[in-house]
C-alpha cells in the first residue's frame, strides 16, 4: 500500500488528505476515514525516514572507516 509509494508521494497525500479535513466539507465518517489514513501516512514516512537515517550513519560510517584506513599520517 503506501509503504510502496515514494516518500515524496506519501507527504503529497498526506498534504491532500489535511487540506480535505482543513476544509471541513466532509461527513464525520469520511473525515475519520481520512484522518485514520492520514494517520497510517505519518507512520510510514516515519519509517521511511528511519530508514534513511539509518542508510546515512551506516554510509557515514563506512565512508569514516575508509577515510582512516588511507590516512596517510597512519601507520
Not at 484522518?35 to 546515512?56: M, N, P, Y
Request: negative net charge; hydrophobic residues 35%.
Amino acid at each position: 500500500m503506501s509503504e510502496e509509494r515514494s516518500f515524496e508521494e506519501n507527504i503529497k497525500k498526506l498534504e491532500e488528505i489535511v487540506r480535505r479535513l482543513e476544509r471541513g466539507d466532509i461527513s464525520l465518517e469520511e473525515g475519520l476515514s481520512a484522518f485514520e489514513e492520514g494517520v497510517s501516512l505519518v507512520k510510514v514516512c516515519q519509517k521511511q525516514l528511519d530508514r534513511a537515517s539509518e542508510r546515512i550513519k551506516v554510509l557515514t560510517q563506512e565512508g569514516m572507516l575508509k577515510g582512516l584506513a588511507q590516512d596517510p599520517g597512519e601507520g
